[in-house]
């Protein structure tokens, strides 16, 4: 993954909703962005997919400005897994797959037997190979979550981003999908951006993090750089304890909203 933006600024009816962003993000890391409701974290992720165009500033994409792409070159390289997914009633599993494709096909193109195995082997890697028959609406949360992953993953992207993919799926699935994402990431040297409200698995799971408040970069660096009671604090506005598991030597934040103590971060 190659990512440079450059200074990005987006307003939305004159609100300023990205003030001047800039950052690196590379090949191989799960870079984190993570932030209070409305703080841009979504907004920054569909400028990056070139959703959105910013009113000021420049996002590069294998140092090629991700405007001047078109949407079919673009999908080759990036692939969006969006917060809540829309799926047309009456599609199979596979069927919704083999649409992410769709960007590696011409006109009137109609898929080969690479396509075909790159499905089979996309379904493989989220775990659902047994639901490719099922049709797609008829399927837990969780398991819409993975089929978006599969689609993503039929793509071949060289970048993955996840909108908030364990927005309201149950801890086991949550930590699946997270578990997945670092797999993608090692194993397949794809870079993954993630927007995440759960800290802990932020900082578990990240190489990176930025933190975002009212549209600017808050603190940008590693898990145990910005994952601090500090930053926590002056981001959210609430108290918390951080801390590490004995055991695990993993970090964990709670509320300390109760207590007259100041809390220590222990980093």
Not at 107 to 126: C, F, G, N, P
Not at 205 to 232: M, Q, T
């Amino acid at each position: 993954m190659d990512i440079k933006v450059e200074n990005v600024s987006f307003k939305f009816d004159r609100e300023k909703i990205l003030d001047a962003i800039s950052f690196n993000a590379k090949k191989g890391q799960i870079l984190g962005i993570i932030g209070p409701n409305g703080s841009g974290k979504t907004t920054l992720l569909r400028c990056l997919a070139g959703v959105l165009k910013p009113d000021q500033g420049t996002i590069y994409i294998k140092s090629k400005d991700v405007q001047t792409y078109s949407r079919k070159e673009l999908a080759r390289i990036l692939s969006v897994v969006p917060q809540i997914s829309t799926f047309t009633t009456g599609f199979t599993v596979f069927e919704t797959v083999l649409m992410g494709r769709y960007p590696h096909l011409g006109i009137y193109q109609r898929e080969s037997e690479k396509d075909y195995k790159i499905v089979t082997s996309a379904l493989d890697r989220v775990g659902i190979t047994h639901l490719g028959n099922r049709v797609v609406t008829e399927l837990s949360g969780g398991e819409k979550q993975l089929v978006t992953i599969a689609l993503g993953l039929a793509q071949e992207p060289t970048i993955l981003c996840l909108d908030e993919p364990t927005l309201h799926l149950d801890i086991n699935m949550q930590y699946k999908i997270m578990e997945l994402s670092k797999e993608i990431c090692r194993n397949k040297q794809i870079g993954v951006i993630v927007v995440l409200h759960d800290l802990a698995l932020a900082a578990q799971y990240c190489d990176k993090i930025i933190i975002l408040k009212d549209g600017r970069i808050h603190a940008f660096g590693s898990p145990d750089e910005v994952i601090s009671r500090e930053y926590i604090e002056s981001t959210y506005g609430v108290k918390v304890i951080v801390g590490r598991d004995t055991v695990t030597d993993l970090k964990y934040i709670v509320p300390n909203l109760h207590s007259k103590k100041e809390s220590r971060s222990v980093n």
